[in-house]
Structures are given as C-alpha cells and as structure tokens.
C-alpha cells in the first residue's frame, strides 16, 4: 500500500467517526442527562451528600435560614452554622454557603432528611390583611356604637 493512499484511508475513517458522532450529537435527547455514565453525572449535579448536624445542645430562638417565592424556612434554635454537608469525595461543606451559592437547593436538603420548618409568605400576607380588615371593622363598629350612644343622649 502507497503512503498516499494510507493517508486517504486514515482521512475517510476520521470523517466516518466525525460524521457518526455529529449524527449522533444531532438525534441525541441532550435534554436529559442518560448518555451521561452516572458517575459524570454525579460530579455535575453534586446531589450525593450527608447532612451532618454537628449542634450539641438547641439553644437560641427560632433561626430563620433561608426565603424563596413562597417560603420561609426557619428552624427552632440557631444551628444553621452548625449543619455541614459531606459529599461522596469526602469533602465536607457548611450548608449555607452551599444553599447560598446556589450549589443545592432547600428541597434537596430536605429530601437529603434536613429537618426545618416552614411557612408560607401568602400566609403571612392573607393574616396581615384579615388584621387589617379585622381592626377596620372594629373601628366601624366602635363608631356605629358611639353614634348610637350621641343619637340616645340627643333623644333624652
């Protein structure tokens, strides 16, 4: 064989393979991650991690910790700088300055077994408006009772 055409078989195979792949790459569903081997998958998504909550004694008053659209996560006593996550390379981080980050999210942590309260800031709103209306109608009602009592006083 001539060293021109090994140079032509070697030029065909590599725009056979390139060919391939970019098909492959074209049909792909890249919107999922299942072509992915699951340990690449878990150096991206850092979903594999322990909670560790390193508090000895529960002391302080509620800790609010961290506020999205709908929630208000808060826990019992401040311990947020307490809670560390270990992750499957052995690396250990503290929770906030993940959750902060961005890193993980409140509901992975919560599926992960972190035990926090919550609730609602629609809750919140809906109390601040019924005491709203509530002292409105009690300043309306203090106000039909006063002109209740005037029209009395006036009639005697």
């Known amino acids: 064989m001539k060293t021109k ?3 032509e078989l070697i030029f065909i195979l590599i725009v056979i393979i390139l060919v391939g792949g970019l098909v492959y790459i074209h049909f792909a569903d890249l919107s999922s991650d299942s072509y992915l081997p699951k ?17 000895e004694v529960c002391e302080g008053g509620k800790e609010e910790f961290f506020t999205d659209e709908e929630y208000t996560y808060y826990f019992d006593c401040e ?17 906030m300055d993940e959750l902060n980050s961005g890193n993980v999210k409140i509901d992975s942590l919560i599926d992960h077994g972190l035990k926090c ?19 409105e109608s009690l300043e309306n009602e203090t106000i039909e009772e006063e002109n209740a009592t005037e029209n009395q006083t006036n009639e005697d």
């Open 39 to 55: 340990n690449i998958k878990d150096l991206f998504n850092r979903n594999n991690y322990e909670i560790i909550d390193k508090i």
């Open 117 to 135: 309260n919550k609730k609602s800031l629609h809750e919140e709103e809906n109390e601040t408006n019924e005491t709203s209306e509530t002292n």
């Open 79 to 95: 311990k947020s700088k307490f809670i560390y996550l270990e992750w499957d390379d052995g690396t250990i981080t503290p929770m």
């Open 5 to 7: 055409e090994k140079f």
